[in-house]
């Protein structure tokens, strides 16, 4: 059975057009990550959270912004997509610090 | 800050032959290690795990790798690769302090018949 389950698996947008992808988990995990990985590159940390804490990456662009309303629940908004952020999407769950991280499917954002 | 560093951008090993994937990692403090391995279009499945103990780690798949805190390195062996075992593969470390899961930049293994 799926534990980090991300939808949907492809997402076609429009240049400038809000775009949110879910990620949610069965595990109850209370670390939960978004990554953003482009072809050929390795997986970029965007952002993560800690139960409610929410830490940024520096390098995170203010286009990207992100929401966890409950434990199982977690959203990467992307306010207005440009064609550099066409990418796989991935977000995973670790328990408490420094356990594995459980990964999903990952979504494919696709910019036209 | 933490790092990872996978020298080997590209590898190419013959069926039945042995492989070793290095990994070199910074850190101040003692790390927690992964590899993960990706085929196309999927998400990332866990093959091993360094914590703490033995340095020498089994994985899934057959895989192994074993922990050099002198060499900051903990490189990837399987003794018989198997045609299955092409993908991409990710080292990555988790520094406590940060709480943060860094990624190297990957291998992409190549396996001939």
């Known amino acids: 059975d799926a534990m980090v389950i991300q939808n949907p698996r492809y997402q076609v947008t429009q240049f400038g057009k809000p775009v949110t992808l879910s990620c949610s988990q069965t595990?109850?995990?209370?670390?939960m990550y978004w990554y953003q990985q482009k072809s050929s590159q390795a997986p970029k940390l965007l952002f993560h959270?800690?139960?409610?804490?929410?830490?940024n990456e520096a390098d995170t662009p203010d286009n990207f912004q992100s929401r966890r309303p409950n434990t199982s629940f977690c959203f990467l908004d992307i306010r207005s997509p440009g064609l550099g952020d066409a990418a796989m999407y991935l977000c995973a769950t670790s328990t408490t610090q420094g356990t594995e991280a459980f990964f999903g499917q990952g979504t494919r954002l696709t910019v036209v | 800050a933490q790092s990872v560093t996978q020298p080997d951008i590209h590898i190419t090993v013959s069926e039945g032959a042995s492989l070793e994937l290095r990994c070199n990692y910074s850190y101040g403090a003692t790390p927690y290690l992964f590899w993960y391995v990706q085929s196309p279009g999927q998400g990332l499945q866990l093959l091993l795990k360094?914590?703490?103990?033995?340095?020498l780690v089994q994985g899934i798949k057959g895989f192994e790798a074993e922990f050099k805190r002198s060499q900051s390195s903990f490189n990837l062996r399987k003794p018989s690769v198997h045609w299955s075992d092409a993908a991409e593969y990710f080292c990555a470390v988790y520094g406590g302090a940060t709480n943060k899961l860094i990624f190297g930049t990957g291998t992409l293994l190549a396996v001939q018949p």
């Open positions: 360094y914590f703490s103990g033995d340095t």
């Open positions: 595990l109850n995990h209370n670390v």
């Open positions: 959270y800690y139960d409610k804490d929410f830490n």
